[in-house]
């Protein structure tokens, strides 16, 4: 864990203010790993529902990892939380509610502080969604993916369509915003299964719908065997444009690459990452980044469950930690806030980084000849041409 005396020296940075705080959380069980999962995510004795034992020793490692990390953050409000995973919602309500009572006892969460917490659409978790409302979740993140009983078996989701479609009835009863997660280029589908997809979805007027394009990520089932028919690049360029197209017909908001919103159903908690903002990670492999007058600090947790309650309790719940190189910074910044479609403002990046302008006047001159970036010099916004060829234009921030 890193000294905070250490922390606040003098360094190569100027921050002339903090950003805001976050915290996330990192619940790590799920009933059945999916092929596509890359997350830091570990099926529970094949299949089986999280103990009760199991669950009070995790929540006093969160307890033990937070309240060491508490010199690192001391006095600064936190904005947001997001208890991730996994599946949190294996843990009972009982347990959410312990679990959020622990931090409202050690971090000042700031009045209306928004708190999401992810779910599957199983039939024993979605009949604990009223209780998570009532422990305290503001804000419900349903990994439904799609609604096609087909696809969801190829996905390796353990519900079914049905089971989705009765898990976003239960959510808009029990809360006042919820996001629905949706996948697209599916093996074998068309725009048209697509569009049925999007019907069922927005049918149900979500606040906020997640759309992510399948990818086949390295250390998972589908790097090994790769699924068949998977959509070209061209039909995947097209699905999206159909995404944007319908959910704008429904009064949704594309504000970020893969989010459409409603008015004042914005998800704050990524909006702060992707604003450069800090957020303390706590438990099993959760990551963290926190700024300093003079630095930036990256923190990454034990990732093995078991490994990172013994260390939790030990204080030493950190595996690694380092400072973010100054060379490193516009990139780190770039990779976030470029995925907004309104980008964000120049004096953001100088307060953000602690860097001048010139740091990353070249890129920026570069980006605007290529046609990616809004000539405006008081933002940093890409044109629609560099939403729609984002890693060419993030590159352009490489540190040479």
């Known amino acids: 864990m890193a000294d905070i005396i250490r922390m606040m020296r003098p360094g190569t940075l100027s921050l002339s203010a903090l950003p805001p705080l976050s915290l996330y ?14 997350f830091n995510s570990h099926e529970f004795r094949a299949g089986k529902e999280l103990d009760d034992e199991t669950a009070a020793r995790y929540l006093a490692a969160l307890r033990a990892d937070l309240e060491a990390s508490l010199p690192l953050v001391w006095g ?23 679990l959020i ?39 419900l993140s349903i990994g439904v993916q799609s609604f096609d009983d087909a696809q969801l078996a190829a996905l390796g989701r353990v519900h079914s369509s049905a089971q989705a479609h009765a898990a976003i009835e239960e959510a808009a009863r029990s809360f006042d915003t919820f996001n629905i997660d949706l996948m697209y280029a599916l093996p074998g589908q068309t725009l048209e299964d697509l569009g049925k997809d999007l019907d069922q979805a927005l049918a149900y007027r979500p606040p906020h719908l997640s759309v992510y394009h399948l990818t086949i990520e390295p250390n998972t089932r589908f790097a090994n065997q790769p699924p068949e028919h998977l959509p070209d690049p061209d039909l995947a360029s097209d ?43 706590i438990g099993a492999g959760a990551h963290g980044k926190l700024s300093f007058a ?24 950190v595996s690694n930690e380092n400072e973010v190189a100054r060379s490193e910074l516009p990139f780190e910044f770039m990779l976030n806030a470029l995925r907004l479609k309104d980008g964000v403002s120049m004096q953001s990046f ?51």
């Open 25 to 38: 959380v990192h619940l790590p069980w799920c009933l059945r790993k999916c092929p596509y999962c890359d």
């Open 76 to 98: 600064r409000p936190v904005i947001s939380v997001f208890i991730g995973g996994g599946t949190p919602s294996l843990f009972k309500p009982s347990q959410i509610a312990e």
């Open 101 to 139: 009572s622990d931090l409202r006892a050690r971090l000042p969460l700031e009045p209306g502080c928004e708190i999401t917490m992810e779910a599957n659409p199983g039939t024993f978790e979605r009949e604990r969604f009223a209780g998570f409302a009532q422990a305290g979740v503001t804000r």
């Open 239 to 281: 699905m999206l444009d159909l995404i944007t197209d319908r959910t704008a017909i429904q009064g949704l908001s594309r504000y970020e690459v893969s989010a459409y919103a409603r008015d004042g159903h914005r998800c704050q908690h990524n909006l702060n990452y992707w604003q450069f903002g800090d957020y303390l990670g």
């Open 294 to 317: 003079h630095r930036l600090l990256r923190q990454v947790r034990w990732r093995d469950p078991a490994t990172y309650m013994a260390k939790a309790m030990e204080g030493q719940a």
């Open 350 to 400: 100088l307060e953000r980084t602690g860097l001048p302008p010139s740091s990353i006047a070249q890129a920026m001159a570069q980006g605007r000849a290529k046609g990616l970036l809004d000539p405006d010099p008081a933002v940093i916004r890409p044109t629609p041409l560099g939403f729609d060829f984002l890693s060419d234009l993030q590159a352009l921030f490489l540190a040479s």
